[in-house]
Each structure stands twice: as C-alpha cells, then as structure tokens.
C-alpha cells in the first residue's frame, strides 16, 4: 500500500470509531432501524443527482451488497449497539476482520498470508484488552457478531463484483437499503414520527455526522481501498476501529482511561503494521 492508501486506510476506522458516539447518541432519540432509514435517504438524496446510474450488469451486485453490507450489517448493528455498551460492541464488531479474511480465501482466491494471519491475531487480541474483555448482554453481542459477517460478505461482494465507482456505490446502496429497513422499521418499531417531535439538537447532529463523515466520507474511501488493494492488506486496519471507539468513549461520554486500553491499543498497532510487512524476497 501507497503512504496514501495507509492514511486513508487508518482515517476510516477513526471516522467510523468516533461515529460510535454519534450512533449512541442518536439511538437515545430515534428508533434504531428508524434512525438507520433517515440515515440512508439522506446519503441517498445528496448524492444521486451528482453521480452516475449503475450498468444494467452493477444492478444485480449493488442490490446484493445493499443486503448485507447496509441494511442487515447497520439493522444488526445499530440494535445491537442500543441495547449493549459501546466498547464491548465494539469488539464484538472486529469478527468482521477475520470473517472477511477467510471469506475472502474461497470467493476472491486471496490465501492469506503467515504475516497477515498473525497480525490479525495480535491486533485482536489488542482491541480485546483494550476493550477490558467481553463479558455483556449475550443477544447484544449475537446481533453485533452477525452484523460483523454480514459487513465482511459485503465487502467481499464488493471486491468481486467490482471495482465501483466510490461514491455512486455509496449512492445506489443507500437507494436500495432505505425501503429494506424502513419496512423493518414499520413493522417491529413504534414512535418513529413522534420522534421527529421530541429529538433534541444531539440527536439531530449525530445523524448528520452519520450521513457525511461516516457514510459518505467513510464509505466512500473505504470504497476507494477496497478497489485498489487487496482485502488481505485493507481488512486489519478495521481493527484500529475498536480502539477509536473506546478513545471517543473517555473523551466524550466519561468513560475512564485505563492502562490495559493503552496498553491494547499499542497492541493493536503493532499488529495492523504486522499485517504490512511484505514477504522478504528470497536470494536466488
């Protein structure tokens, strides 16, 4: 990977760390899958008129990865954050590198490398410690698990299928999700409209941050890797993802800063830049 491609692949887990906080807060005022449909009409409507319509052939794909990388991975996710914790969701959500590493062995050809497999397992292993373990409400951490395979096959799916023009996936994905999850929506939720009513200034902020810095901006770089690099290379950073999370929790909600954070945290840093190295050629 480029410096480039190595700024952008580290931007994205922290835009979409930090987006943690946003979620939480717009949870606490919006239904959740409610709050996910506003999220994806919104991407829709400001990008649609400025990118162009997909091929007959990109349909097919497009309507498959709005399946699984938006509508079930957020409708999972966004649920399974309001009734767990922050930072414990947030490691439950790191399943989806390695889910992604192995699916990627079968569908995309791509056999991971020794240096790839251990680095997974160290960064692992970091955003473990640093999120003080797992130990909280089962089905909470179920519904984020499954969301985590839902994300790494529509990632995969994306990579196959591909390569998309960034924005115009993010675009028609969002198009595609939004009947998905507001029918969802209807028929398990109540409230939604009164929520319009009774939402303060946090709630309504924490979806815009949602729609342009973790939706369209973070989708959209994270678009832009995935079509450039393997997923071998790009899958890891998603585990800084984790400790940024944690980060924005003691900075903005009162969570404390302990050692074992710190601590994990490096872990995980070294075990993203594991995942880096390039084999050492052999002399001939």
């Keep these: 990977m480029s410096p480039i491609q190595i700024v952008c692949a580290v931007l994205v887990p922290l835009l979409w760390g930090y987006q943690f906080v946003a979620i939480k807060l717009g949870l606490a005022e919006f239904p959740p899958l409610f709050f996910l449909g506003l999220r994806f009409l919104a991407i829709a409507l400001l990008l649609i008129p400025f990118v162009a319509r997909p091929t007959r052939k990109q349909l097919g794909p497009i309507l498959a990865i709005s399946v699984f990388l938006s509508a079930l991975n957020f409708g999972l996710f966004y649920i399974g954050l309001g009734l767990g914790t922050g930072t414990v969701t947030a490691v439950a959500y790191q399943l989806a590198t390695p889910f992604i590493i192995l699916l990627s062995w079968p569908m995309l050809g791509e056999r991971p490398s020794l240096h790839t497999a251990a680095g997974v397992l160290l960064a692992f292993i970091g955003?473990?410690?640093?999120?003080?373990?797992?130990?909280?409400?089962?089905?909470?951490?179920?519904?984020?698990?499954?969301?985590?395979?839902?994300?790494?096959?529509?990632?995969?799916?994306?990579?196959?299928?591909?390569?998309?023009?960034?924005?115009?996936?993010?675009?028609?994905?969002?198009?595609?999700?939004?009947?998905?999850?507001?029918?969802?929506?209807?028929?398990?939720?109540?409230?939604?409209?009164?929520?319009?009513?009774?939402?303060?200034?946090?709630?309504?902020?924490?979806?815009?941050?949602?729609?342009?810095?973790?939706?369209?901006?973070?989708?959209?770089?994270?678009?832009?890797?995935?079509?450039?690099?393997?997923?071998?290379?790009?899958?890891?950073?998603g585990l800084l993802m984790p400790v940024f999370a944690t980060m924005s929790s003691v900075l903005f909600l009162g969570d404390r800063l302990t050692p074992m954070l710190v601590v994990g945290g490096l872990v995980a840093l070294v075990g993203v830049a594991v995942t880096q190295r390039r084999p050492v050629a052999q002399p001939g």
């Design 127 to 237: 955003v473990v410690a640093a999120s003080g373990g797992i130990s909280v409400n089962a089905i909470a951490t179920g519904l984020v698990a499954a969301s985590a395979f839902a994300y790494a096959l529509g990632n995969v799916l994306t990579k196959r299928y591909g390569p998309f023009d960034p924005l115009m996936l993010v675009a028609w994905m969002s198009l595609f999700t939004v009947p998905q999850v507001m029918i969802a929506s209807s028929i398990l939720e109540r409230g939604q409209l009164a929520s319009f009513a009774t939402a303060d200034a946090y709630g309504w902020l924490a979806l815009v941050y949602t729609v342009l810095i973790g939706g369209i901006g973070g989708f959209g770089l994270w678009f832009w890797l995935i079509a450039r690099c393997s997923m071998g290379r790009v899958a890891p950073f």
